[in-house]
C-alpha cells in the first residue's frame, strides 16, 4: 500500500491537525507505507497573491507520477482538494480527503465554495473525520458520501511529567495546600476562557487556584476580564508552556476545564487536550462543542457544560472540587478509556484494516 499525505499542516508546524497526521504515520502497521508532501519548501502554495494553490497541481502530479501512489490523501479540502479534483480529471490521481472541523466550516463559507466542496467530495474515494460531529454535518451537507465515510479519532500520548519543573510552579505559585484548577490552550474566543473566568466568582468553595496558560489575541482582555473580577488574586496567567511544563501541570492540578464553543461555525474539532488531562487521571469540565463529545463522555470521563452558562460553569467546579469521590469516580474512568480507545497504534490499525476491506486499490 503507497500512500500520499498532501497537507499544508505537518511538524515541525505546531497544532493538533499536523500532530494528528504525524502520529498516525509513525504509528502505521506497514513501514515505509507514507510520503508527506507539504509545504515546507513552497511546493503547495506560491508566494502569488492570485490563487496561490495552482502551485500545488503541478507539485501533486509530478509526485503523483514518480511514485504511482495507491491513494493520495489531501489534508485541506480547500484548496488543495481543488487540485486533487483536476488531478483526477487529467490523470485519473485517486485521493481521500481527511476532515478536522475548521476545514469543513470554511468550505461552506460562500455559495461558490460549496459547489466546488460537493465536486470534490463526489469524487473522492473515502473521507475520513476525526470527530463525529464533523461527519455528521458532512453527511447532512451531502447524504450521498455517507457509505465511504470513516470516523478516525485522534491519539493520545503520555509526556514526561518533570519532579523539578513540578516543584518550580508549586512554590512559584503557592499552591502548596491549594485545589489546582487548570486551562490549557490558545487564548482566543472560541476556548471559552472569558466564560470560565466569570464562572470563578460563582465557587463556594475558597481554597482554589486558577491557572490560565497560553498565548494568543484574546491575552490582554482575558487580563483584564481577571482583574476587573473579585477573585482576581486567585487567577494566575502563565503564558505559553513548553511540552514538560504542559505535562508538569497537568501532574498537579486537581480540575482541567476549557469550557469551548461554537462561534458561527468556529469550533472544537476534537479537543486532545482533554484525554491529556485524562492520562493524568484529572477529572474535566468541556464546553459542549463541535467534535468534544468524543473526547469526553458526560459524568463518566468529565462534565459537559453549556459554554455560554456562566452558572452551570460555576456549579460543575464547585461539584468536582467539593466532591471528591465524583472527581476521582470521573478522573479513573477518563484514564482508562484514554488508554484503551485513544492510542494511536489501535487508531493507524482500525484505518489501514478499513482502506484494505474498501477495496480501493
Given amino acids: 500500500m503507497k500512500l500520499l499525505l498532501c497537507t499544508l499542516e505537518y511538524p515541525p508546524q505546531i497544532g493538533g491537525v499536523a500532530n494528528y497526521y504525524s502520529e498516525l504515520i509513525k504509528a502505521w502497521p506497514e513501514a515505509e507505507s507514507w510520503t508527506v ?8 502554495l506560491s508566494k502569488s497573491k492570485f490563487l496561490p494553490w495552482l502551485s500545488s497541481i503541478s507539485s501533486l502530479i509530478k509526485e503523483y507520477r514518480r511514485q504511482n501512489y495507491d491513494l493520495v490523501f489531501i489534508g485541506q ?12 480529471l487529467f490523470i485519473g490521481l485517486n485521493y481521500g480527503l481527511f476532515f478536522h472541523g475548521m476545514d469543513f466550516s470554511f468550505a461552506l463559507k460562500s455559495r461558490r465554495k460549496r ?14 473525520c476525526a470527530n463525529s460531529y464533523v461527519k455528521k454535518l458532512l453527511i447532512e451537507f451531502l447524504p450521498s458520501v455517507e457509505n465511504k465515510t470513516k470516523l478516525l479519532n485522534p491519539g493520545v500520548k503520555k509526556g514526561l511529567v518533570n519532579e523539578n519543573i513540578r516543584k518550580a510552579f508549586v512554590n512559584k505559585y503557592d499552591l502548596i495546600g491549594k485545589k489546582v484548577i487548570f486551562s490549557l490552550g490558545r487564548l482566543v474566543k472560541r476556548k471559552g ?6 464562572a470563578l466568582g460563582n465557587i463556594s468553595d475558597d481554597n482554589w487556584i486558577y ?9 490582554k482582555a482575558l487580563k483584564i476580564l481577571a482583574l476587573s473580577g473579585k477573585v482576581s488574586d486567585k487567577i494566575i496567567f ?20 476549557t469550557t469551548s464553543r461554537d462561534l458561527s461555525g468556529d469550533f472544537e474539532g476534537f479537543g486532545i487536550v482533554y484525554l491529556e488531562a485524562a492520562l493524568m487521571s484529572k477529572p474535566v469540565i468541556a464546553g459542549l462543542s463541535g467534535g468534544v463529545t468524543d473526547a469526553v463522555v458526560n459524568n463518566e470521563s468529565g462534565l459537559l457544560v453549556d459554554a455560554e452558562d456562566v452558572s452551570v460553569i460555576g456549579q460543575a467546579l464547585t461539584s468536582l472540587l467539593n466532591d471528591k469521590e465524583l472527581s476521582s469516580r470521573l478522573g479513573e474512568y477518563a484514564y482508562q478509556r484514554a488508554n484503551t480507545k485513544f492510542n494511536w497504534t489501535k487508531q493507524a490499525e482500525d484505518l489501514f484494516k478499513y482502506l484494505k476491506e474498501s477495496n480501493l486499490f
Fill in 115 to 128: 459547489w466546488l466542496l460537493r465536486l470534490i467530495l463526489k469524487r473522492s474515494k473515502v473521507i475520513v
Fill in 193 to 198: 476562557f472569558d466564560q470560565t473566568i466569570k
Fill in 37 to 44: 508532501l507539504d509545504n515546507s519548501k513552497g511546493l503547495l
Fill in 238 to 257: 502563565t503564558g505559553r508552556l513548553s511540552e514538560e511544563e504542559k505535562w508538569s501541570c497537568l501532574s498537579l492540578c486537581d480540575i482541567f476545564i
Fill in 77 to 88: 479540502v480547500l484548496p488543495l482538494g481543488t487540485s486533487a479534483l483536476i488531478a483526477k
Fill in 211 to 219: 491557572i490560565l496558560a497560553g498565548s494568543g489575541p484574546e491575552f
